[in-house]
């Protein structure tokens, strides 16, 4: 990317950034180094391949933001790993940002075993976040796939298991003019505990989001959620709100 496009990423206020995918690597160790060097020193957060990520003060409380993906040290295929990773963290929140789950026709759904594209191991995405959030991660945001997935509440912790594409204008884009995505914003309270989340739903146009107002994709993630997830903990209470079901304020 041209260094441009960090003035792009500070004026629409993103101020937080995941390295660890399978891709970050493709130019080499020594454009990945410099990469990390230079968003960090324009004053960006970053979480990478095989480092602890970032620790920020927010409001008086400190958040951890660490990343994972099926290459690096930081590996979704090493469970136990991850896990004593996060359990070694004393910050009050917890945030992981997982690169896991397989791209083909079937990719919307989370099959709750290992994942694979062709021999890539990409993680068994329902065992990951789960594992994290029994060692202390408060919220997990997953991609990878290219395309949403459902959420599910895991002790009142909230798993996102894809973000989906948002702006990304790969090979073939202009092959898919119709896609769905979306943005999600997330309320947790003071000890990580879900509060509730809205999903604003998009079209992804040729590589640009454009918003739906029709929330095509709140309702996709919210029969995702409730078919292939079966999940029975979150409320899905119209306009774009979810929230943890006996809590609707």
Known sequence: MPLESINILEQIGINTLSLANNHVLDSGTVYYSNTLSVLNCRGFHTAGLADQGAAIDINGQTVRFIAFSFSGDNNINKINEAAEIIGSFKEDIIIVSAHM????????????????????????????????????????????????????????????????????????????????????????????????????????????????????????????SQTNLQNKNILFAGEGMIYSKGRTQ
């Open 101 to 224: 789950g397989g791209e083909h026709h079937r990719g919307y759904l989370v099959p709750h075993t290992m994942e694979f594209f062709g021999n890539e191991e990409r993680g068994d995405a329902v065992a990951f976040s789960r594992a994290c959030i029994d060692a202390g991660a408060d919220l997990i945001l997953g991609h990878g796939p290219h395309i949403l997935r459902g959420i599910e509440l895991y002790k009142n912790r909230l798993i996102v298991y894809s973000l989906g594409n948002f702006i990304f204008d790969y090979p073939g884009v202009e092959r898919h003019g119709d896609t769905p995505t979306f943005s999600i914003h997330v309320d947790v309270n003071r000890t990580g505990d879900f509060q509730k989340a809205r999903i604003t739903s998009y079209t992804f146009r040729y590589g640009v989001p454009i918003v739906d107002a029709s929330n095509r994709v709140y309702n996709l993630i919210k029969h995702l």
